[in-house]
């Protein structure tokens, strides 16, 4: 019915080529269950009760939701329903931002990242985030590389580490000649794995990609999906994505979120990915993921 996939693809209420099946059509799936033994490791962030507010308008209502370590969480749902907002709830960037206050607790690796003692750029040293629009700095691909690790006073071999991340961004053979030449005049694709490059310079635990691709054409994602799971043998991922088949491709764990008349944006569901592409739990979760709302 659904070429390539593994795990549940029983599925009674819609028929090949009309519902949920044909928005996968030909995708194949992480291997994302139990079986992997994920269940038996701790989550890597425990997002707990979070309620966000940007002065008088409620954006988050008690998102309550675990995320796998060394996995990829996709977060879904249509546009304004929070997922930006809870994404930066996960490194205390939204406290960048004026008249917000958030309720709630995100825990990584046990500790509460909201308590008293703990100072957000000290989060934002393991959290990573990589944005929609690649942002290299107007400095030479090793500079850019290179920022993090300098300004946290690293004292290691600094060429090794470029190399390495580079090498881990899959950009290395591109610039390897070229490591003086300006991180801006690399293309959109190879600028955003720039980015990852830096992001993962300073050894962070989790790396935030908000909307990686949606700047990029298909051939650029397609390589930024492929980093995105390779990656995760190292790091635990979430990605923010509009594309439904960049979900069911990358990622392990899906969540799906929606904002009510009220405009606050909740979470509807959250399972693994092709639970909620094959078989979703919530009648809003399989009308959005089929294109009929939102
Ligand atoms: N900096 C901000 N100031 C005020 N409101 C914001 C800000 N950022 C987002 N919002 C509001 O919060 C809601 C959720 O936005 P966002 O998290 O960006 O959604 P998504 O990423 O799902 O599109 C929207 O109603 C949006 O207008
Ligand atoms: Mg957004």
């Not at 990584?108 to 308590?115: A, P, R, S």
């Not at 957000?120 to 691909?141: A, E, L, T």
Request: charged share 25%; glycine share 10%; with cysteine.
């Amino acid at each position: 019915m659904v070429g390539g996939v593994t795990g549940d693809t029983e599925r009674t209420s819609t028929g090949p080529g009309t519902g949920v099946a044909a928005a996968t059509a030909g995708v194949t799936f992480q291997s994302n269950t139990a079986e992997d033994g994920e269940d038996a490791v701790a989550p890597a962030v425990e997002i707990r009760n979070v309620s966000l507010w940007y002065g008088a308008n409620q954006a988050l209502g008690n998102v309550t939701l675990d995320i796998p370590r060394n996995r990829v969480t996709a977060l879904i749902g249509p546009s304004g329903c929070g997922k930006s907002t809870l994404l930066r709830c996960i490194n205390r960037m939204n406290e960048l931002i004026d008249g917000v206050r958030i309720e709630g607790d995100v825990f990584i690796d046990g500790e509460n990242i909201y308590g008293p003692e703990v100072d957000p750029p000290d989060v934002r040293r393991i959290v990573g985030m990589v944005f929609q629009r690649p942002n290299p700095f107007p400095k030479s691909i090793y500079d850019n590389v290179a920022f993090g690790a300098r300004i946290n006073g690293y004292k290691g071999d600094m060429d090794g580490l470029v190399e390495e991340s580079l090498r881990r961004a899959a950009l290395w053979d591109e610039v390897k000649d070229d490591l003086r030449k300006s991180g801006l005049a690399l293309s959109g694709g190879q600028q955003q794995r720039l980015c990852i490059a830096r992001a993962i310079a300073v050894n962070p635990e989790i790396v935030l990609m908000d909307e990686p691709c949606s700047a990029l054409d298909p051939i650029a994602t397609q390589r930024i999906e492929d980093l995105m799971q390779d990656l995760a043998s190292d790091y635990t991922i979430v990605v923010v994505t509009h594309n439904m088949q960049q979900a069911a491709r990358v990622s392990h764990r899906t969540a799906f979120m929606l904002a009510g008349d009220d405009l606050v944006g909740r979470l509807v569901e959250f399972d693994d990915t092709n639970q909620i592409f094959l078989n979703p739990n919530d009648e809003r979760t399989e009308q959005y993921i089929t294109g009929r709302f939102g």
